[in-house]
């Protein structure tokens, strides 16, 4: 069992920046691939970003050279910085833990990008 709870969210103007932060429960929390996930309203939940156990990292094409994501397994904490924020990046951002075919989720933090 994994629980997850993020941090991090607010309300920032375009061009700004925000740091999310993920923080993991359980014992082997280094063999978790890791996401973070965001859903706006009236939209589908989608992946932004992604750091699989073995380190390697997607990134959604709208954020690439915007967001970057990393991991501490010591700590057992993703995070997610997002740089260059624009109006459509608001959206409530979840953070993802899969192994094994089970999934966690955290309840989600608010990012509002708005001047």
């Known amino acids: 069992q994994v629980q997850l709870v993020e941090s991090g969210g607010g309300l920032v103007q375009p061009g700004g920046s925000l740091r999310l932060s993920c923080a993991a429960s359980?014992?082997?929390?280094?063999?978790?691939?890791m996401g973070w996930y965001r859903q706006a309203p009236g939209s589908q939940r989608v992946l932004v970003a992604s750091?699989?156990?073995?380190?390697?990292?997607r990134y959604v094409e709208t954020v690439k050279g915007r967001f970057t994501i990393s991991r501490d397994n010591a700590e057992k904490m993703v995070y997610l910085q997002m740089n260059s924020l624009q109006p459509e990046d608001t959206a409530v951002y979840y953070c993802?833990?899969?192994?094994?075919?089970?999934?966690?989720w955290g309840q989600g933090t608010q990012v509002t990008v708005s001047s």
């Open positions: 993802r833990a899969d192994m094994n075919y089970r999934e966690y």
């Open positions: 359980g014992r082997i929390f280094r063999f978790y691939n």
């Open positions: 750091i699989a156990s073995d380190g390697s990292i």
